[in-house]
């Protein structure tokens, strides 16, 4: 028997759309290595906020499929 998934897939926010404008906001006039730059920052402050290597080690596979 496998673990169950431990990551949430389906959207938690009352308004994903808002969310999604946030990040879209965040990265406005930004040049392509500040707009990495802020993406690495947010990945590091995010991964620290779960603070679960398994959840991460999860979200980071899920990730690398979709490219």
Same mark, same amino acid.
């Given at each position: 028997?496998?673990?169950? %998934?431990?990551? /949430?897939? %389906? *959207?938690?926010?009352?308004?994903?759309?808002? /969310?999604?404008?946030?990040? #879209?906001?965040? +990265?406005? +006039?930004?040049? &392509? /290595?500040? *707009?990495?730059?802020?993406?690495?920052?947010?990945?590091?402050?995010?991964?620290? +906020?779960?603070?679960?290597? &398994?959840?991460?080690? %999860?979200?980071? #596979?899920?990730?690398?499929? #979709?490219?």
């Amino acid at each position: 028997m496998t673990e169950p %998934e431990r990551l /949430a897939r %389906e *959207s938690r926010f009352a308004d994903p759309d808002a /969310a999604y404008r946030l990040l #879209a906001e965040a +990265h406005r +006039h930004l040049d &392509e /290595a500040e *707009s990495a730059a802020l993406n690495a920052r947010l990945v590091l402050i995010l991964a620290n +906020h779960i603070g679960d290597l &398994e959840v991460l080690r %999860e979200a980071v #596979a899920l990730a690398r499929q #979709a490219r």
